[in-house]
């Protein structure tokens, strides 16, 4: 009697048909997981983010402002540093300041102007011209008197480019997020709030109405 020995070309397809379909089931999964790990190391680095922010606080009674300019130069005109400089000097670990879903989008080295440097976090500029009037002011260069409900008040999140995130055009309630960072973690991205929650987010949760702004520091 005659041993077959290997497979017969219908096995192999059988075999290799089997294992796309498992790929085609695992792959997601695991690429999942991955953003997961990523979203709770980016959580990570906002709240230490957040524990420097509150000693930037004890130490100067206000807020970091978004940028600031030697002798009130216009932005860019001259040497400028933003919030991230102002927070260094109390964590000494620029990698906290990227995203580990984008750490290639932020060039930030901790050095001197850090202006045009790219962010994988940006301060909470939307409300900035303050067209809607006092209460919608953004956080930042505030003292914590003047902000209703920390715990409602985002100062920090994900985002790519800027070290700022703004609204240009109208400053009316009603934003919702549109760029990529809004999304960067299966959905949505990460927010630090003035009280040092750190909260995941998708971009029509975060709320922007006359009865309640997570962008001003009192709707």
């Known amino acids: 009697m005659n041993r ?3 497979f017969t070309l ?3 397809l059988v075999v290799i048909a089997i294992i ?19 979203q709770t190391s ?14 930037y606080y004890d130490d100067y009674q206000r807020l970091p402002w978004d940028d600031l300019t030697e002798g009130g130069a216009p932005e860019g005109t001259a040497p400028t540093w933003t919030w991230r400089l102002m927070l260094y000097p109390y964590v000494m670990n620029a990698q906290l300041f990227a995203c580990p879903s984008a ?12 202006y045009w440097d790219m962010a994988g976090y940006a301060i909470s500029q939307v409300h900035w011209d303050d067209d809607l009037g006092t209460d919608a002011d953004p956080p930042p260069g505030h003292t914590m008197e003047a ?5 409602e008040v985002i100062i920090i999140t994900d985002y790519i480019g800027d070290h700022m995130l703004t609204h240009y055009g109208t400053q009316e309630h009603g934003f919702v997020r549109q760029d990529e960072a809004a ?31 997570y962008w001003s520091i009192a709707p």
Not at 20 to 38: C, D, G, K, N, T
Not at 107 to 112: G, K, L, S, W
Not at 184 to 211: I, M
Request: overall charge positive; some cysteine.
């Open 4 to 6: 077959r020995e290997g």
């Open 10 to 12: 219908i096995e192999l």
């Open 20 to 38: 796309a379909i498992l790929a085609s089931i695992l792959f997601p999964v695991f690429a999942r997981a991955r953003e997961r790990a990523r």
């Open 42 to 55: 980016c959580l990570s680095n906002l709240r230490q983010i957040g524990v420097a922010l509150a000693m």
């Open 103 to 114: 750490s290639g989008l932020t060039d930030f080295d901790a050095t001197y102007p850090d």
């Open 147 to 151: 902000i209703r409900k920390p715990s």
């Open 183 to 213: 999304t960067r973690h299966n959905g949505g991205c990460n927010y630090l709030f003035l009280d040092g929650h750190v909260k995941w987010l998708a971009p029509t949760q975060v709320h922007c109405s006359d009865e309640l702004c």
